[in-house]
């Protein structure tokens, strides 16, 4: 887990640094380090890249399973208080940091399910040929769940409701991230396709 963290500090965490800290960071990088971000900083970097780790690289660039999941949340919130009782961070940012992980462990193998639920049901969506469909009842891209009832979910933009198992919308949280294509037919929405699912 602590080599995923180190690979996605890398690769992701300069967007995070100051201007003299990024100057420094693309010179040692331009020059072939391409593990620049943790040769040049110490572990004081890691809470603030810790949201993108566990929402955004966790999800999208490695193929985790529930448990590889759910150890990224168990593994940094461990990290996090050690870098505490190690006086690598304050208190207070391990606390956040440390919380954000707990998240992270409940949150990550919940929408990785959900994200399977919604596949399925896309699977199952009428065929609709997309050339039959008004703009306005066509969406591709990546939304936010806006609402949730049992056995429904809406998503930002008035997309909805789209009709999803029980399990889906007990698992579906507000704010959590989706890529869709869907399209509206008959006053009825339909999932046509599903990405990935962001907590």
Not at 17 to 37: H, I, T, V
Not at 116 to 130: C, E, K, T, W, Y
Not at 169 to 184: E, I, N, T, Y
């Amino acid at each position: 887990m602590i080599r995923l963290l180190r690979h996605s500090l890398d690769d992701y965490a300069y967007s995070s640094l100051s201007k003299a800290e990024a100057k420094q960071f693309k010179a040692a990088y331009d020059a072939g380090d391409e593990q620049a971000f943790c040769h040049l900083f110490g572990p004081e970097k890691i809470p603030e890249h810790l949201s993108e780790f566990l929402a955004y690289f966790m999800v999208r660039k490695v193929m985790a399973g529930q448990k590889l999941l759910r150890a990224a949340g168990t593994v940094t919130g461990k990290l996090m208080r050690w870098l505490e009782t190690q006086v690598y961070i304050e208190p207070e940012i391990a606390q956040v940091a440390a919380d954000r992980a707990r998240d992270g462990a409940r949150d990550l193998p919940a929408a990785d399910r959900l994200g399977g639920l919604l596949q399925d049901v896309a699977a199952r969506a009428p065929d609709i040929d997309v050339d039959d469909v008004d703009d306005k009842d066509w969406v591709e891209e990546q939304l936010m769940i806006s609402e949730i009832e049992p056995g429904r979910i809406w998503f930002e933009s008035d997309i909805g409701p789209i009709e999803v198992p029980k399990r889906a919308s007990d698992l579906a949280k507000p704010g959590w991230m989706v890529f869709v294509v869907a399209a509206r037919r008959k006053g009825r929405w339909h999932l046509l396709e599903v990405g990935s699912v962001y907590p």
